[in-house]
């Protein structure tokens, strides 16, 4: 009988007990020592997700070794894991790239040993604009709009995401207060209630589709998805290893045509110094099991194990590039 993991939380002081799983036909031949995998909120996608690969993984070793925690977010967890208060975690490729290089805003020391496992279901920009304001993304600093600008909180994939198509041409958040303009940095319910109360012209979400938030948000009011045109598409690609994703029409109400974005999928990984043979096993549970990822959330219905090599947007653990290279999946 398989049994999920539960986090007991009291105090705000989480509790987290090893995720329990299926004793399958190996019986259990494998010892390791105790690994914390960071995830995410429990509410969330991530935190489900790492139950699952942690479960699959589980009922390969004797004692359960691999435990879920909540984690610390897209920019939190690569510092967990690169200091050792945690062994894996679910993270962004640029995140996890800026995080090997250090000596930027967002972490001063370079931690050089993170490695990618495995790349899990993309989300994907979503811009909702204002019809009456809608303008192509080269015009605003050309026009100077007084744009009223809602994204995610400092340290958010929203707001990392959107700083750098708006420096790809040729513009800043400064640049948009400047206008007389705003960037307000939110929390996605406060996203979503300031677009409904008319005090946005543009709510900005990551976020896989269809998204019903974006759904009800494009229902109340005339608005439009802004389109990304492929030169940013390709230039934010090369830096940061986004995707080129198109969002079909009639996704979302009055989206009659189709949508250009960017994407990237959220990044297990670990460091070199996490056991090659654990991280073996865990890419091939991930990869020959796909209705158990579905299975821990319905993100996973799009996804294709065949391309979870792709953006990841940093080099591989020796452990999952041997079970890529057995897939024939790289060289």
Do not use: C
């Amino acid at each position: 009988m398989r049994h999920v993991t539960r986090l007991l939380m009291v105090a705000a002081t989480a509790v987290v007990l090893p995720v329990i799983g299926a004793t399958d036909g190996l019986a259990q031949a494998k010892k390791h020592a105790a690994v914390v995998f960071s995830s995410g909120s429990p509410t969330g996608t991530w935190f489900p997700t790492a139950a699952a690969i942690a479960d699959m993984t589980n009922a390969l070793y004797e004692g359960q070794p691999i435990s879920v925690v909540p984690g610390a977010g897209g920019v939190g967890n690569p510092k967990r894991v690169g200091t050792d208060q945690a062994d894996i975690g679910f993270s962004y490729g640029p995140f996890l790239k800026l995080a090997i290089e250090g000596n930027n805003e967002m972490y001063k020391e370079a931690m050089p040993e993170l490695r990618a496992i495995a790349a899990m279901t993309p989300n994907k920009l979503h811009m909702v604009m204002d019809k009456d304001k809608l303008m192509d993304l080269a015009a605003i600093p050309k026009q100077k709009p007084k744009l009223r600008v809602g994204t995610g909180p400092v340290g958010s994939t929203e707001l990392f995401s959107l700083g750098e198509l708006f420096g790809y041409y040729g513009f800043t958040f400064d640049d948009v207060e400047s206008w007389g303009g705003r960037v307000d940095r939110m929390n996605t319910g406060g996203r979503a209630d300031a677009w409904k109360n008319r005090q946005l012209d543009i709510a900005q979400f990551f976020i896989n589709n269809p998204a019903a938030r974006v759904i009800e948000l494009m229902s109340g009011r005339p608005s439009v998805l802004v389109n990304v045109p492929d030169p940013a598409r390709d230039a934010l690609g090369e830096k940061w290893g986004f995707l080129k994703f198109t969002i079909p029409a009639n996704e979302y109400p009055g989206q009659t045509e189709p949508v250009e974005t960017i994407g990237i999928p959220f990044v297990a990984f670990a460091t070199t110094k996490m056991d090659a043979e654990l991280v073996y096993d865990m890419t091939k549970k991930i990869a020959e099991n796909k209705e158990r990822m579905v299975a821990a959330h319905s993100a996973f219905k799009g996804w294709t194990p065949e391309e979870m090599f792709k953006g990841v947007g940093i080099d591989f653990h020796e452990g999952a590039a041997r079970y890529y290279k057995e897939r024939g999946w790289i060289k």
